[in-house]
């Protein structure tokens, strides 16, 4: 790290401190040469690749921008949308890697949406996975269906004799 007054190609960290959930690292640095301090902010960068094949960073607001299409007219609110997003951020960043498909960030979507609003899931998932007939959406209701009567159903507890 050059020194930002002098110039000078080495630089020794004083103080490190984290951010922001663990995605920013603060830095306060000083030189060896004249001595005087300076900060740093270091981040990690998270990309995605688009089906077109360019590459462009993350961002929460257009996950927020895209969620919040599927939930126009349904009783969710700005702040939901931005755990929606954090939570979709976290899952992405989980996977490890400094790269990851579109696809991966739709996938990533679906399941905290489903547990928001079924119906904004449904719209989501109608055009993101690119449902063409009733059937597709039929199939993608039945299986919530199933789901809930699941979640509904008691655990089956052993007869008494």
């Given at each position: ?54 590459t ?32 979709v ?8 890697q ?64």
């Amino acid at each position: 790290m050059h020194c930002p007054f002098c110039r000078h190609t080495d630089s020794r960290v004083v103080d490190s401190r984290v951010q922001e959930d663990g995605t920013v690292i603060r830095r306060r640095r000083q030189c060896p040469e004249c001595g005087r301090r300076f900060g740093t902010v270091e981040t990690a960068t998270l990309a995605v690749i688009k089906r077109s094949g360019a590459t462009e960073p993350f961002s929460r607001d257009k996950v927020m921008s895209g969620v919040r299409k599927a939930c126009q007219g349904r009783p969710v609110s700005e702040a939901q949308l931005q755990v929606l997003a954090q939570q979709v951020e976290e899952s992405i960043r989980s996977l490890g890697q400094a790269e990851v498909d579109a696809h991966e960030v739709g996938l990533a979507i679906l399941e905290p949406l489903r547990c928001l609003d079924e119906v904004a899931y449904l719209r989501f998932a109608s055009v993101y996975q690119a449902f063409d007939s009733l059937e597709d959406f039929e199939a993608a209701i039945t299986l919530l269906r199933a789901e809930q009567d699941a979640q509904r159903e008691p655990a089956s507890s052993p007869e008494r004799t």
